[in-house]
């Protein structure tokens, strides 16, 4: 099993440019994760979909917009890149969680990142 | 709003020498406590949950423990394997059907053989 998988691995752009960052699983999980990794902030989650057919925005959505186009898929879309949005963009998947409410399974699988930088 | 500190920023070892790293917290109704570990260039990788506080989960070199206002990750003869940032988050709250993790900014660890 591959995992998790992304692309590209390292993208440069110039401020209005658009582009999508794609993302692959092959875990058979249902929820699927952006976060993006930035000095000094920690991880912040950008959208969310808990099962195929549902998304969700996280910490910090403006600017993105996602797909969750099947099971095993879930794209990031920049419309209009800006220069806060330099970044390291990670992907992630977590199973279903079986064990009920009071004993969340955040076993989340992470992809190997997209390094993105805004001119 | 949740918040997840962790200290230090960075550390450095000697390989052999125990230490430990904290994760301060502070969340309105913890539902759990994750570590992972991140190498240069990857993304991170899950190391433990810790659900209520005196619990404690062990891995090779690694130990976690819980209180009710931090986590300490305790590295006992650490090797240069070892090196990595260390990222703990929280989940507290009400149930949702998503992941709504608070990651803390991570220790960077370095062990030097």
């Known amino acids: 099993n591959a995992g998790v998988t992304q692309t590209p691995k390292f993208q440069v752009l110039k401020t209005g440019q658009s582009m999508t960052l794609q993302c692959a699983q092959d875990?058979?999980?249902?929820?699927m994760y952006w976060y993006r990794q930035d000095p000094g902030m920690g991880l912040r989650l950008i959208y969310y979909s808990a099962s195929e057919g549902t998304t969700d925005k996280g910490e910090v959505p403006n600017g993105y917009n996602v797909s969750r186009l099947n099971k095993r898929e879930f794209s990031l879309r920049l419309e209009s890149a800006a220069p806060s949005q330099t970044s390291v963009y990670f992907c992630?998947?977590?199973?279903?969680?079986?064990?009920?409410?009071?004993?969340?399974?955040?076993?989340?699988?992470f992809g190997s990142g997209t390094q993105l930088s805004v001119l | 709003e949740d918040q997840v500190t962790q200290s230090p920023e960075a550390l450095r070892l000697q390989e052999g020498e125990s230490s430990s790293l904290n994760c301060s917290y502070t969340v309105s109704g913890l539902r759990g406590l994750f570590w992972y570990r991140q190498d240069p260039g990857k993304g991170p990788e899950f190391l433990f949950t810790?659900?209520?506080a005196g619990e404690e989960k062990e891995k090779e070199r690694l130990k976690a423990t819980l209180t009710k206002k931090e986590s300490f990750l305790h590295i006992t003869a650490p090797k240069p394997e070892d090196s990595a940032t260390y990222l703990c988050?929280?989940?507290?709250?009400?149930?949702?059907?998503?992941?709504?993790?608070?990651f803390g900014e991570g220790t960077q660890l370095t062990v030097n053989p």
């Open positions: 810790l659900y209520s």
């Open positions: 988050a929280v989940q507290a709250g009400m149930e949702t059907s998503g992941s709504r993790l608070t």
């Open positions: 992630a998947s977590r199973p279903r969680d079986d064990r009920g409410p009071r004993k969340p399974n955040e076993k989340l699988f």
């Open positions: 875990m058979n999980h249902n929820s």
